[in-house]
T-cell receptor, first 113, second 110 residues
Framework: EPEVTQTPSHQVTQMGQEVILRCVPI?????FYWYRQILGQKVEFLVS????????KSEIFDDQFSVERPDGSNFTLKIRSTKLEDSAMYFC???????????FGQGTRLTVV | AQRVTQPEKLLSVFKGAPVELKCNYS??????LFWYVQYSRQRLQLLLR??SRESIKGFTADLNKGETSFHLKKPFAQEEDSAMYYC????????????FGQGTTLQVKP
């Protein structure tokens, strides 16, 4: 069964450093998403991406964040200058269309020290 | 603003007991409601959605627009049902964005 794959599973970075979280969505899916979950809190929407552009973003997704689909398979989330409060589990998801089930990756735990 | 509320952080029941995980939402239009489940060390996966009206692993959920609720029920809990359950709302058919509740940990004791 096809799966959404995220790498790395855990990343530790120093405050102020740039990080790139990588995702390989399911191959025939057209809609891609990033969510995050700070420890003990709810899963929060960050951004949705379709047809090589952002279709919606949340207030959390400020200028420090960017997304890219650099080739036909990867979907990346970049945090330009990490802050302590960026420490969270980041989930990538993809779906065939906006009404179909979203399939989630296993998450990347980002720890900013 | 659109919101999903799951009032219970933890629900602990004995095997064979009925289970009801509560979910309330706030949205004035026609929402689409989902239940996602996360078993230990596994990824979030869809359990069921209101438009399909299915029963999955014995779980059902009915959308009650009057009470703005989408409670998840199972008549007889099994130990393998122990997991984190998230209620989620979609209302933006243009983007597929999901709004999640806080999640409820279901613990089924033997």
């Amino acid at each position: 069964e096809p799966e959404v794959t995220q790498t790395p599973s855990h990343q530790v970075t120093q405050m102020g450093q740039e990080v790139i979280l990588r995702c390989v969505p399911i191959s025939n899916h057209l809609y891609f998403y990033w969510y995050r979950q700070i420890l003990g809190q709810k899963v929060e929407f960050l951004v949705s991406f379709y047809n090589n552009e952002i279709s919606e973003k949340s207030e959390i997704f400020d200028d420090q964040f960017s997304v890219e689909r650099p080739d036909g398979s990867n979907f990346t989330l970049k945090i330009r200058s990490t802050k302590l409060e960026d420490s969270a589990m980041y989930f990538c998801a993809s779906s065939r269309d906006t009404m179909s089930e979203a399939f989630f990756g296993q998450g990347t735990r980002l720890t900013v020290v | 603003a659109q919101r999903v509320t799951q009032p219970e952080k933890l629900l602990s029941v004995f095997k064979g007991a009925p289970v009801e995980l509560k979910c309330n939402y706030s949205y004035s239009g026609s929402p689409e409601l989902f239940w996602y489940v996360q078993y230990s060390r596994q990824r979030l996966q869809l359990l069921l959605r209101h438009i399909s009206r299915e029963s999955i692993k014995g779980f059902t959920a009915d959308l009650n627009k009057g009470e703005t609720s989408f409670h998840l029920k199972k008549p007889f809990a099994q130990e393998e049902d122990s997991a984190m359950y998230y209620c989620a709302l979609s209302f933006s058919s243009n983007t597929g964005k999901l709004i999640f509740g806080q999640g409820t940990t279901l613990q089924v004791k033997p």
